[in-house]
Nanobody, 123 residues
């Protein structure tokens, strides 16, 4: 069992930056593939970024590529999402997720989810 807790959300102006953190419980964090998803009001949850268990493989959605960076610190059981050049369309609840098996862009591949943290980007 893994519990995930996201922090770092908030209100920021367009062009600004935020760093989200996701702290995981459990001793097996380093074996999980980790990801960030987001869900805007009235929209389906969408993939943002994912990172494999070593941190050596990452994938991003086209909408955030070049602006967001996913990273992890297995010693701290934490995964991060550095968000730069934020746009109003990045406004959403951001969720951290953990997968036991393959790294994936699909939400169904993830076994554990956090409660989410709100990110609001004003224009």
């Amino acid at each position: 069992q893994v519990q995930l807790v996201e922090t770092g959300g908030g209100l920021v102006q367009a062009g600004g930056s935020l760093r989200l953190s996701c702290a995981a419980s459990g001793r097996t964090f380093s074996t999980y593939q980790m990801a960030w998803f987001r869900q805007a009001p009235g929209k389906e949850r969408e993939f943002v970024a994912t990172i494999n268990w070593t941190g050596g493989l990452t994938y991003y959605s086209d909408s955030v590529k070049g602006r967001f960076t996913i990273s992890r610190d297995n010693a701290k059981n934490t995964v991060y999402l550095q968000m730069n050049s934020l746009k109003p369309e990045d406004t959403a609840v951001y969720y951290c997720a953990a997968a036991l098996r393959l790294i994936s862009r699909a939400s169904v591949a993830y076994d554990y989810w956090g409660q989410g943290t709100q990110v609001t980007v004003s224009s």
